[in-house]
């Protein structure tokens, strides 16, 4: 793998000194107030698409969802929803006025125009941090957003899909199940899994590590976040201080008990005391906000002390905070020289420890070339969907009836399915009767009920198509919203993560994520986005989000055939075109065109 080197200087001297890094737009927190989507039938907007956007803009912002609803910051260190809470009140108020032919354009969270367009075509058009690559730097992106220019939109934040912890968990689920059976014989029990980052996202991981069976041990600077995923059920239990979490977890996994621990403290703290007590540590990973400098956590400073120091003084504060990402990737070098089964989470913490002189940060590899990229061949990914009535039981249908629609003995997917579905469960049985009255879920939803699984090309079209015709045979309370995570097969460009040691080289080239915006929108998806910078921070990475509503209209169904076809696609004709003999396979199986081939360009 070759480290890229670029975005940290490059154009930043026609550009000015710096300004102060790290902050939000001006105005987001002037007028802030608590916002919660409205739920049921009765629609405020003309059009149940225009209706669904700004429900999923206002359940973005719901304080069960959001990480810093108050500065509009739905998750991912500063991803927001919208720039300002006068652009936010704007987007609201042009959402309602919007007629069925029009289409609304949000630039970095601000709206900038309606047009008219067609029935078919998206209600809402977003573009979310880009810059011209030579430009796109954090220091340009700073003094953009510092200027009320630009907001940081993360990958579902300011694409208004974001639904909260779940919708990370299964994709976590997979990786740490994943490595069960790469490198465990097939499961996690019994082991030592360690991390940190208990955030928006990474509070996903306590939970995703124990249904795979393994015992979790993570470190997070900020006990509110610990204590949040404890109420939502994501963490189990939280130990009191570095060496009772450390005893407690060694303990829990040689009894194979899969539980998680959960301890306030720093994650350079918690690997180093590891190592002088000579814990041997099965998994390591991390996911604490190491892709923005300015919302990773130094180490010897407190929550609070972190957050005055940010303020007061953010030169030194970053400083800080690169000194301590590479101080953290080379204590997890030297436990991975212990035997950890050691992987990047996606945070580009190697990027920062290399750019900081470890020359050595990129020893251990990206989770996406470790254990995802052959489910990207077959065009799966993280598709989610969330149901616009409020009622959670009308997740439990959809639940229901996805079982149904892709039978447990269809292969391994399949049973991973089912594995995933009864595991959000806690009376998996009464699911799988229909009895809904009995259905509780095993951990809170947060805002609008949602649930989110892997699906592929070939799967993810028809499981839309059924929605539709739940909606339109009234067994659910009102339409359905499906999305998924940029953090897909053939939407991003993201030499540290998603495309990170491509086949072919191909890991920058972002003509790709470009042609899944473009294809989205000729599909008649309900809103489509273009982000630069989510998941990695600013100049590692360009990606393309979509949404698309179920209304139980035969129109409706058109368009999600067509786009939860296409959509997917493109990730069976990315991984083609790199090279890959399981995306050929599947594009031969499924009848996909590839006018060229395989490896055809060379
Ligand atoms: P977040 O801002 O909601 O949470 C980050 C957490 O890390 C916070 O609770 C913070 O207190 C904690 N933290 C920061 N520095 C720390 C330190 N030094 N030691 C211990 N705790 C520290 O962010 P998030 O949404 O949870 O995302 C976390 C990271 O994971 C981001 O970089 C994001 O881009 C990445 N991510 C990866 C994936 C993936 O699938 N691989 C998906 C989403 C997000």
Redesign the pocket.
Known sequence: MTPSTTGTTRATDRNGPAVKPGGLPPGSETGSRPVRAPRGVERTCKTWQAEAALRMLMNNLDPEVA?KPASLVV???R?QAARSWAAFDAIVESLRRLEADETLLVQSGKPVGIVRTHAEAPRVLIANSNLVPAWATQQHFDKLAAAGLMMYG??TAGSWIYIGTQG?VQ??FE?FAECGRTHFGGTLRGRLCVT????????AQPLAATLAGGTCLI????RG?LNRRHRDRYLDEIAEGVDAAIDRAVSLASAGEAVSVGVE????ELLSRLLERNVRVDVLTD??????VM?????ELT?AEAETLRRVSPAEYERHALA??ER?VRLMVEHMKRGAVTFD????IRQRAYDNGFADAFAFPG?VPAYIRPQFCVGRGPFRWAALSGEARDIFVTDHEILKLFPRDGGDYARRLHEWILGCHKNPEALLAGDFERCEPRFAFQGLPARICWLGLGERDKAGLLFNRLVAQGRVGAPIVIGR?H?DCGSVASPN?ETEAMADGTDAVSDWPLLNFAVNIASGASWVSFHHG????IGYSQHAGQVIVADGTPAAAARLARVLTNDPMMGVLRHVDAGYPQAAGCAEALGVRVPMGRRAGR
């Open positions: 990480e998750y991912g260190g991803g993360q990958m990370i994709g976590t990786t940190a980052g208990c955030g928006g996202m990474g509070g470190a997070d600077v900020d976040a403290c720093n994650a350079v996911q604490t906000s190491a892709h923005d919302s990773y956590v130094p180490a929550h301590t990402m953290h989470y996606g945070n580009n989770f995570d953090l993560r989510g998941g990695v921070g």
